[in-house]
Nanobody, 125 residues
Framework: QVQLVESGGGFLQAGGSLKLSCALS???????VGWFRQAPGKEREAVAA????????YYTDSVKGRFTISRNNAKNTVYLQMSDVKPEDTAVYYC???????????????????WGQGTQVTVSS
């Protein structure tokens, strides 16, 4: 059974940093793990993704240079280091796993079948 558990969300001021964690279990066959976010009244959007084999990373334009996705295979954990956060980064952040994504869909939520419960990140101006 696949399980993803996010942690590390919180409240912070603009310009600050925060590190989110996603602990995975039952994830054999994973091709990619992604971080997505959803703000109130908005659609879920991709933030970043990492290929499980090789560790290649991908980012949406709005977070490039500010956020870093990484993984620790020994701990079965994927991280999202958020730096220089902005009020528009406020959202519920979800991690998700895919066993079927290809390069063209790695930042597409529809390519991910397993999701965590989410963790709230709130950035004040």
């Amino acid at each position: 059974q696949v399980q993803l558990v996010e942690s590390g969300g919180g409240f912070l001021q603009a310009g600050g940093s925060l590190k989110l964690s996603c602990a995975l279990s039952g994830h054999s066959g994973a091709l990619a793990v992604g971080w997505f976010r959803q703000a109130p009244g908005k659609e879920r959007e991709a933030v970043a993704a990492i290929r499980w084999n090789g560790g290649y990373t991908y980012y949406t334009d709005s977070v490039k240079g500010r956020f870093t996705i990484s993984r620790n295979n020994a701990k079965n954990t994927v991280y999202l280091q958020m730096s220089d956060v902005k009020p528009e980064d406020t959202a519920v952040y979800y991690c998700a796993m895919s066993r079927r994504t290809i390069l063209s869909t790695i930042l597409n939520a529809n390519a991910y079948d397993y999701w965590g419960q989410g963790t709230q990140v709130t950035v004040s101006s």
